[in-house]
C-alpha cells in the first residue's frame, strides 16, 4: 500500500513550517550531561508534549526519578509516552526519539551559534545542535502526523511513541521504563515492532537501514594526590605528578593503529569469516566517504572492508579528554592536582558492559601499580550498554525497504552501526520484537561534533519516508 | 646600619591601610596570558604608577610593542620604569617586580572568588591571585616608599625600579628594554646591585636568600587530522585519532618517577658530587615540608636530598594539559579534531633553552613518525629563559643576610630555587652586577595554584625587610 500521493505533496509544501518548527526545538539547549541545562531538557519535554497533544496524541509524562550529577541531586527529565489509535485489526509500532542533545560551545570550533538553527540556503544545510541528532528525525515523525490531524486521515497504523531526554548521557531512568511497560498490562502492550530514527546513512546518497549497533563502556580514571595544584618550578621533580602518571595510563590504553591493549577485550571478538568480508566489500561505501565524513585523510587503512569492519563489527577505544588538566590556550606553569581521563569503549557482539569493565578495571590497575606512584588512582564507569543485532529479513525491514525505494528510488544499503543506542537492546528483549533503525540524516551529518547539521532534503524526504514506512507497514503480511 | 626603629613601627601602625592596598591590587585581573584580560593588565600597570608617583617616585611608561595571542595582535601593556634618588655618594639599587599574575578561576578548586583578597583573621592568610606572586612583594616596596615619603625622610640609597606586565607570560619585550637601559647613558646607567622579591622560603618557617634559578622551554604540540571533532561511535576505529597520538607522544616524554625521557637532556648535567649534596643536607626543610607545601604525601623519594636537588639543581618535565579535547564534567563520546599537549622543561646549568630545544624537537618528530600515522604533528615553542646561578658571598647577599637577622632574628637559608624569572639572568648578563633574590613569601603559599596566599606576617615583616635591606646596603663596604 504505498502513501496517498496527497501525503507526499502535503509533506513538500509545509517544508519551511516544517523548518522553522526544527528551529524551535534546536534553539532550546537540552544538554542532558549539563546539570546547568537541565531546566531546558525539562522545558523540551514540555515543547514536545505540547506538540503530540496538538496533533491529537494521548500522552503523558513519566517521572525517571532523580541522578546525581556534577556533586548535585537533580531531577531526571520525564519521559514523553504517547499514543494514537487503537485498532485492534491494524499493526502497532512503537517509535522512539530522544529529545536531548550532546554539549556544544561556540568555542569548541562552531561557525555559528550552535542553538541557533542557520538555513543554509546555498547548500540546503540545517545546522545547529540536534539539529540531525535527534531532533530532526523526532519532528519528521510530527510533520506525518501533522498530515492526518490536519486532513483528519486516520493514520495507517497504530502508534506508540516513547521520546526521552537522557539519551546522551546514559539514558539513564529508561530500562525500567521500557521493561516495565512492556509487562501484560504495560502501556506498550501490543506493540508488533519497533521504529527507531537516530542514526545515519553510511555516506552522503544511499539510505539504510541498520540492523546492529556496537555497545558502550564509559571510563572516567582519575588520578590525585597533591592537596592543590602545584608550581612546576617549586615541585617539578619533587613529588609524583597526576598528570605524568595518567598520561602513561592513558597510553596503554589503544595504540595509533586502533587495536585495544588492554587484555582480552578485542580477543573477544571472532574474527570475520570470507563471507561476512563480503557484506562490507559491498556496501556503497569508499575510503573517500569515510575521509570527506571525517575532512581529513586520516582512514586507518587504505582497505574499504578494514575500515568498514573498524567501524561496524569491530570494538574501538577513543580517548576523549581530560578534566582537571590545564585546557585553556596561552602557557600556564601548573601541575595540576587532580585530573580525570575519560575514554569509552565501543563493543560488539559477544562483549558487554558486565564482560569488558572487569578487564579494564584489572587492567588499569595493574599497569598504575607498575608506575610506582604514591598518587592514588580512582575509575569509575560512567555508563554502559550492550551491543545489539536484529533479523534484517524481518516484515519490519521489509515494509522499510519498499518505502525506501517509493521515497528514494534507491535500494537502501544495509549496515551495521558504530554508535551505541543501548535502548535499543532494551526493547528488544523487553517486547520480543524485531526492532528496525530508520535513519534521516547523512554520514557526514556531524552528530557529537562541531558545526552539525541535517540536509534540507533529508529533513523534507525523510519525512516522507517515515510516513511511506508507516503504509508499507499497514499492508505488508506479518 | 640598622633601619630606624620609627620605621619598622611605622610598618607595623599602617599594616591594615597596607593590607587594603593589597586588596585593590588584586582586585585587578592583570592576566598576562589571557587576551581578555590584556586591559586589566594595563590597568594594573596605570594603577601601580599612581601609587609610585603619590609616593614621589619619578616614573615613566614604556611601551613594549606588540604581540599574537588567540589569533589576535595586542599591544603588550607597557613597562613602567621608575628613579628615585640621585645622590652620587649612596649605592644605588634596581628593584624589579611584576604586576601580571598567572590564569585563575573559581572552577578550578578555588574556596573564593581568586580576585577578591580574603582576609582570614584566624590564621592570619591574606587570599588571592597575586597576592604573593607578585603583588605583595611589589606593596612592600611601596610600603617602604611610604614611610619615607610621608615622614620626609630620605632614602638610604638610590632605587631605580622595573615593573613589567608579562612575567606569567614569557617577559615579552622586556629583554631587550633592560639590555638597552644597561647601556652606558641608558635608565638603568649607575645601577650597583639588584634585587627582586619574585620567589618564595623553601618551608614556612626560615627566610631564604636565592642565588640560582632554573630556567624554563615551554612547548605546544599539537597533532591533527580530521577536519572536526567526530562521533566515537562513527568514527572510532575508521581514522587515526589525535588523541590517541598525542598521549603516545606525551607518555614519551618522562617517565612517572620524574626520569626525563628525551635523550640528551638530563645527561647534559653534571652529577652532584658529594660536597655539593652536603649544602642541600644542611637546609632547613625535610621531606614533610615538601609534602605538607604539595597537600598530599606524594615526594619522589624518601631522601630529603634527592628531593632538593631535584627541585634545586635538576631539570624537570612537567605535563600540564591538553587544549582542544574534552574537559568537562559529564561524559561526551568525542574524538577531538585538534589537540595541543603542553608541557614545560626547568632547567638548570649548563641547559639554555638552545641546546634543550633541538633536542626536544628531534624526538618529537622522531617519535611522532614511529606512530606511523596520517595525522599532522605541529610543534610551537612558547617562551624560554636560561638559568641562572649568583655569587651568595657578594655584599649585596650579605647585606639581606644582616637583614634578615636583624628583622627575623634568624640566618636565612642560601637556596637554588625550582622557579624561573628568566629576566634576572637579564640583569645580571646586561648590567654586569649581582643579583639577590629576596623572597617575601613561604613554600606554601600557592603561587600559580588555586587559592594562593600570602601570609599576614610575611607581609608586614617582609616590608620591614626590604627597608631594612636598603639600610644594610647602604652601610656594607662595596
Redesign the interface.
Known amino acids: 500500500m504505498a502513501a496517498p500521493s496527497e501525503f507526499l505533496q502535503y509533506i513538500d509544501d509545509k517544508a519551511d513550517a516544517f523548518i522553522q518548527r526544527l528551529a524551535d526545538a534546536v534553539g532550546i539547549p537540552s544538554i542532558s ?2 546539570a546547568k541545562r537541565r531546566g531546558d531538557v525539562i522545558k523540551m519535554a514540555k515543547w514536545l508534549n505540547d506538540q503530540l497533544t496538538a496533533l491529537g496524541v494521548e500522552t503523558k509524562f513519566v517521572d525517571l526519578g532523580k541522578q546525581e ?2 556533586g548535585q541531586i537533580l531531577d531526571l527529565p520525564p519521559a514523553v509516552l504517547g499514543k494514537i489509535g487503537s485498532d485492534a485489526a491494524k499493526k502497532t509500532v512503537l517509535i522512539y526519539g530522544h529529545f536531548d542533545v ?2 556544544a560551545l561556540k568555542s ?2 562552531w561557525n555559528t551559534d550552535p542553538f541557533t538553527l542557520v538555513v543554509n540556503k546555498e547548500d540546503g544545510q540545517l545546522v545547529g545542535r540536534g539539529s540531525s541528532d535527534d531532533k530532526g528525525p523526532i519532528l519528521g515523525w510530527l510533520n506525518v502526523l501533522q498530515y492526518h490531524h490536519e486532513n483528519k486521515r486516520p493514520l495507517p497504523v497504530n502508534i506508540k511513541f516513547c521520546f526521552e531526554g537522557m539519551e546522551e ?2 539514558s539513564e531512568g529508561l530500562d525500567e521504563l521500557v521493561e516495565r511497560e512492556s509487562k501484560p498490562g504495560g502501556y506498550f502492550e501490543g506493540v508488533d515492532c519497533v521504529c527507531i530514527s537516530d542514526n ?1 546513512w553510511l555516506n552522503d546518497r544511499t539510505p539504510c537501514l541498520t540492523y546492529g549497533l ?1 555497545g ?1 563502556t ?1 571510563f ?1 580514571v582519575t588520578v ?18 597526576p ?3 595518567l ?2 595510563l ?3 590504553l ?5 587495536k585495544i591493549l588492554v587484555p582480552g577485550v578485542d580477543e573477544m571478538v571472532p574474527p570475520a569469516d570470507e563471507e561476512e568480508k563480503a557484506i562490507y566489500k559491498a556496501l556503497d561505501y569508499s575510503i573517500a566517504d ?1 575521509q570527506s ?8 587503512s587504505s582497505d574499504k572492508v578494514e ?2 569492519m ?2 561496524m563489527r ?24 587532580k585530573v580525570s581521563g ?1 575514554f ?1 569503549i ?1 563493543l560488539v557482539p559477544p562483549q558487554t558492559p558486565e564482560a569488558v569493565d572487569p578487564l579494564v578495571i584489572t587492567y588499569l590497575k595493574s599497569e598504575f601499580a607498575k ?5 592514588t588512582l580512582i575509575i569509575d564507569n ?2 554502559g550498554g550492550k551491543p545489539w543485532v536484529a533479523d534484517h529479513k524481518h516484515w519490519n525491514f521489509e515494509a522499510a525497504k519498499k518505502a525506501t525505494r517509493a521515497v528514494y528510488k534507491q535500494e537502501p544499503d544495509l549496515t551495521r ?4 543506542i543501548p535502548v535499543t537492546l532494551t526493547f528488544a528483549e523487553s517486547l520480543g520484537v524485531n526492532v528496525l533503525l530508520l535513519p534521516m540524516g547523512r ?1 557526514d551529518d ?6 552539525e547539521k541535517l540536509d534540507r532534503s533529508n529533513f523534507i524526504e525523510g519525512s516522507k519516508l517515515l510516513g511511506t514506512y508507516l503504509y508499507e507497514l499497514a499492508a505488508i503480511a506479518k
Open positions: 550531561g549539563d550529577l556534577d550532546q554539549p569548541d570550533g548521557s546514559g545515519y556496537r558502550l564509559y572516567k590525585t594526590g597533591p592537596g592543590r595544584d602545584l608550581h612546576s618550578g617549586v615541585f617539578g621533580r619533587t613529588v609524583h605528578e598528570m605524568t602518571d598520561i602513561h592513558m597510553g596503554r589503544v595504540d595509533p593503529t586502533g569515510v565524513a571525517a575532512g581529513g585523510e586520516v582512514a586507518l575500515v568498514l573498524g567501524r569491530n570494538p574501538s577505544l577513543s580517548l576523549h579528554g581530560i578534566e582537571g588538566a590545564f585546557s585553556e590556550p596561552g602557557a600556564k606553569t601548573v601541575i595540576p592536582a575519560k569509552s565501543r608506575l610506582n606512584s604514591k598518587n560512567l555508563h552501526e558504530g554508535g551505541s554520514g556531524g552528530a557529537h561534533s562541531t558545526n
